[in-house]
């Protein structure tokens, strides 16, 4: 195929998914060029959003979605529990996560795979609260179906170790109440979430949620990175969304159009991120911003990437006397303050399933262990990591893997409290650094600029504090180690570039900006209201929506997996019946 030839289909509905493309068209095309890799889908595809929204429009159209990553299938940096944390600091070109640093000094993540965020987040699993919902406009009892439609695949009860038993009622007897057990809902006061990770440690994801699409209906072509949305601009006419550019895997250049048609329509659904870089690259954004780069005007929208949010985390690292296991998030903590509340234990997430942490070093019977994987302290990653960023070259990881590797496990044992604050309050912007849709746009969260985000903080700090001192915690704490030693010793933690000051033990105001992390919760970008209708149409334009987390105006609950997720199946339900009714058949339950 000619690097310039068009891409033979035809479309009703183009959607741009977790930086790939999902294109749902009204009849079958041939397979697409050189360079990918093309797979006819039964129960795989879509990112967070997109690949729930590709089920949905599949059982009426046709799909196939342009992934600029891999499969999660047979990857076991996605699918293994085990390798969360290392997938996270795997830097490499096919890693399925892709890091950035903020210009904040913030290190983060993106994904670079099918199925998007949910393939390499924590899998805390958790909906939103029914006045989010409806104060977002969604329609409450269609909201619940459609947590319920992704609940019946992707959501598990977690079995609850020592360690966070011992949260649990230490967050309680910290006042955080009442107890309301496990469930899915966000409710005041202390509760254990749903998890993506099965009784055996498998992550589940929304590429998952494909088993709910026609067969027929749903093609995905792997390794094809989207370069912009093609428009239709004429004198005095609004512009017109119809088709996209993209590359495969041998850098080849295909084009895919929509069919002529009213209805047609692209969404796009490429993230925080991705949606506002693409619209960006498209011609649609700040319209200075746009030709300093020479990226031909479609419409001057200077909300683009603004609002740009990400929920800032600060933890507090309690070494433990006993042996803890190695958990993810599972317990929460929902204050009536505005921060949230949860915990990780364990490091060497390399040990085998159920294994305690902290059992010894070196080796045994002349039988070598395999390597140890440190977590979060892992030299490489960004949160709790123990070489600084700027310093961290392949050689300074080398050396500080091997004098890690020397040391007992006991020096490692322990867990980590964490606290999120909702909202957040503080929001920045998205610019982008040049025209590769591969690379990292420039974003600024803002972290803590506004006063608010900075109060939430200390108040969840403190309640750290209480369930430290709690007696339920008892076993997993020193009596020797006081707050301020424990503060001190997390504050030495490179997590990320910021400069430390000497009052950090001192003051919990400096301990949250110095120690902020991210939970990876970021959003904004395309918000409701600005960017785009209460129908996720980008307003100024025709035939573009975008349906992801760029569109939210503050995350969802203590995670925003779940609503996300919602997101895809509500807006898919919506518009397929949006479009039945038009072309003049009648409501029904998909």
Wanted: charged share 20%; hydrophobic share 40%; aromatic share 8%.
């Amino acid at each position: 195929m000619a690097s310039v030839q068009p891409f033979a289909r035809t479309m009703a509905i183009h959607i741009v998914t977790s930086f790939l493309v999902l294109l749902s068209c009204s009849q079958q095309g041939r397979d697409a060029g050189a360079g990918g890799v093309l797979l006819r889908l039964h129960h795989r595809g879509g990112g967070t959003a997109g690949c729930p929204l590709a089920a949905t429009l599949s059982q009426r159209f046709r799909v196939l979605l342009l992934e600029r990553g891999g499969s999660p299938y047979g990857d076991q940096r996605v699918e293994n529990m085990t390798h969360f944390t290392s997938t996270l600091a795997d830097t490499s070109a096919g890693s399925p996560a892709q890091r950035f640093v903020s210009e904040d000094g913030v290190i983060n993540s993106r994904p670079r795979v099918l199925g998007g965020g949910s393939c390499i987040n924590a899998g805390f699993y958790t909906r939103a609260s029914d006045e989010y919902v409806l104060d977002v406009g969604w329609d409450l009892a269609a909201a619940g179906e459609a947590y319920r439609w992704v609940e019946d695949v992707v959501a598990f009860r977690p079995e609850l170790g020592p360690w966070q038993a011992a949260l649990q009622r230490g967050l309680m007897e910290a006042g955080i109440a009442p107890d309301n057990g496990f469930t899915f809902d966000h409710i005041d006061g202390t509760k254990v979430g749903g998890s993506i990770f099965d009784d055996e440690e498998r992550r589940h994801t929304a590429a998952d949620l494909l088993r709910y699409a026609r067969p027929e209906g749903v093609d995905v072509l792997l390794r094809a990175r989207v370069a912009k949305i093609l428009f239709n601009v004429g004198r005095g006419r609004r512009p017109v969304a119809h088709g996209v550019v993209f590359h495969d895997s041998e850098g080849q250049m295909h084009k895919a159009y929509l069919n002529a048609g009213r209805r047609n329509e692209i969404i796009l659904s490429a993230g925080a991120l991705g949606s506002p870089q693409l619209l960006m690259l498209s011609g649609v954004g700040p319209a200075d911003h746009l030709r300093s780069f020479n990226i031909t005007l479609v419409l001057n929208q200077p909300a683009v990437g603004q609002g740009m949010a990400d929920n800032p985390m600060n933890a507090i690292f309690v070494p433990s006397p006993s042996l803890v296991e190695v958990s993810l998030i599972q317990v929460v903590g929902i204050t009536q303050f505005g921060s949230y509340i949860e915990g990780a234990s364990g490091s060497n997430w390399a040990n085998p399933r159920h294994r305690a942490s902290g059992s010894g070093s070196g080796s045994r019977g002349g039988q070598h262990r395999p390597p140890r994987n440190f977590g979060m302290f892992s030299p490489q990653t960004g949160q709790l990591a123990t070489v600084p960023p700027k310093q961290r070259t392949p050689e300074a990881l080398a050396r500080a893997e091997d004098a890690m590797s020397r040391l007992d496990d006991a020096a490692f044992r322990g867990g980590f409290i964490l606290e999120k604050v909702m909202g957040p309050a503080s929001t920045g912007h998205l610019e982008l650094r040049n025209r590769n849709p591969d690379d990292n746009p420039a974003v600024t969260f803002n972290y803590f600029s506004h006063p608010e985000d900075l109060r939430r903080c200390v108040d969840g700090l403190t309640v750290i504090e209480r369930v430290i001192r709690s007696k339920s915690f008892q076993k997993f704490t020193y009596p020797d180690f006081s707050i301020e030693m424990l503060l001190n010793m997390t504050a030495e933690f490179p997590v990320n570039m910021l400069p430390r000051h000497d009052n950090d033990s001192r003051s919990l105001e400096q301990f949250c900006k110095d120690t902020v992390m991210t939970i990876w919760h970021y959003h904004g970008g395309c918000q409701v209201g600005r960017v785009v209708d209460a129908e996720y149409r980008v307003l100024g334009v025709d035939a573009l929506r975008v349906i992801d987390g760029s569109t939210l105006n503050a995350s969802p609950g203590t995670n925003p997996q779940a609503t996300v997720m919602m997101l895809g199946r509500y807006m898919g339900v919506k518009i397929q019946n949006e479009r039945l009714h038009a072309e003049g058949f009648k409501r029904r339950k998909l």
